[in-house]
């Protein structure tokens, strides 16, 4: 199975930051990679897919980069509610699998 | 608008089963695949099961943690998607996610989901 481990775990920052999350996988997953936000007692909502193409109605304020095994998920200009966890999940290969999630916080 | 509503979640005995069901409208639902993914109390997720198109002849992918008694499968006339779950244990206490498998570039993944529903195994 492809483990993919983010990082940090958990994020403090304040509205306006910048941020950017990491997401290593365990082997090659070429571009096949998706970020999820998820807010507390809601579903997951797909941000980033191909590990750097935008959703549809997701604002550019979110960006994805990487390739291979080492991808990023950048946030400009944080609002409140940017305040999330955010998960990382490879779909190059069964089992899909997930990252552990990295919880952004409001300083 | 693509909706996707979950149900038959509850309380139920070590040992016991359960069914769930999710409802998709606003899309052509029989030309996409569709995925469980769970989340336990305070976890992360964790993707469950897969079942593909018609065209794929409805085969299916599960994790390592719920083959064997877990169950996919569709109804396309009914636009929906259930999940038999058997030989439940306590490991298996979640909620559990229908999800929209969308593709790009020959590869699969879930872009659209419900809202979940819960499932509790204990005695």
């Known amino acids: 199975d492809i483990q993919m481990t983010q990082s940090p775990s958990s994020l403090s920052a304040s509205v306006g930051d910048r941020v950017t999350i990491t997401c290593r996988a365990s082997?090659?997953?070429?571009?096949?990679l998706v970020w999820f936000q998820q807010k507390p007692g809601k579903a997951p909502k797909c941000l980033i897919y191909g590990a750097s193409s935008l959703q549809s109605g997701v604002p550019s304020k979110f960006s994805g980069s990487g390739s291979g095994t080492d991808f990023s998920l950048t946030i400009s200009s944080l609002q409140p509610e940017d305040f999330a966890t955010y998960y990382c999940q490879q779909y190059n290969s069964y089992p899909i699998t997930f990252g552990q999630g990295t919880r952004l916080e409001i300083k | 608008e693509v909706q996707l509503v979950e149900s038959g979640g509850g309380l139920v005995q070590p040992g016991g089963s359960l069914r769930l069901s999710c409802a998709a409208s606003g899309f052509i639902f029989s030309d996409h695949y569709m995925d469980w993914v769970r989340q336990a109390p305070g976890k992360g997720l964790e993707w469950v099961a897969r079942v593909r198109k018609k065209v794929n002849s409805y085969t299916t992918e599960y994790a390592a943690s719920v083959k064997g008694r877990f169950t996919i499968s569709r109804d396309d006339s009914k636009n929906s998607l259930n999940l038999q779950m058997n030989s439940l244990k306590g490991e298996d206490t979640a909620v559990y996610f229908c999800?929209?498998?969308?593709?790009?570039?020959?590869?699969?993944?879930?872009?659209?989901w419900g809202k979940g529903t819960t499932v509790i195994v204990s005695s």
């Open positions: 999800a929209r498998v969308a593709v790009l570039g020959g590869k699969y993944y879930t872009d659209v």
């Open positions: 082997q090659g997953i070429s571009n096949y």
